[in-house]
């Protein structure tokens, strides 16, 4: 059974930090993109930062110099840094797993940026 389980959401003052978190279980972790997305309320889910098998990262333009992405395949985790947060961030963040024919969701994490 894959599971992907996101942690660290909270409650952020504009300008703050956090950092998410996601255990994956179930894959071979090593062999799978992973990938932050986030969906803002009445909005659709967006590609936020994903890193391949590789290494390679691509990031939202809107992200880029903020927000971090990372991976620890010895302990089948990918991380998300977000630093100078913004209220329009205001999102549940959502890992996911992409694989050459499969392809996973973790059940997501609310971030509330607010003062």
């Known amino acids: 059974q894959v599971q992907l389980v996101e942690s660290g959401g909270d409650l952020v003052q504009p300008g703050g930090s956090l950092r998410l978190s996601c255990a994956a279980s179930?894959?071979?972790?090593?062999?799978?993109?992973m990938g932050w997305y986030r969906q803002p309320p009445g909005k659709q889910r967006e590609l936020v930062a994903a890193?391949?098998?590789?290494?390679?990262?691509n990031y939202a333009d809107s992200v880029k110099g903020r927000f971090t992405i990372s991976r620890d395949n010895a302990k089948d985790t990918v991380y998300l840094q977000m630093n100078s947060l913004k209220p329009e961030e205001t999102a549940v963040y959502y890992c996911?797993?992409?694989?050459?024919?499969?392809?996973?969701w973790g059940q997501g994490t609310q971030v509330t940026v607010s003062s």
């Open positions: 890193i391949t098998r590789y290494g390679g990262i």
């Open positions: 179930g894959i071979i972790f090593g062999l799978y993109t």
């Open positions: 996911k797993a992409d694989g050459y024919s499969d392809s996973y």
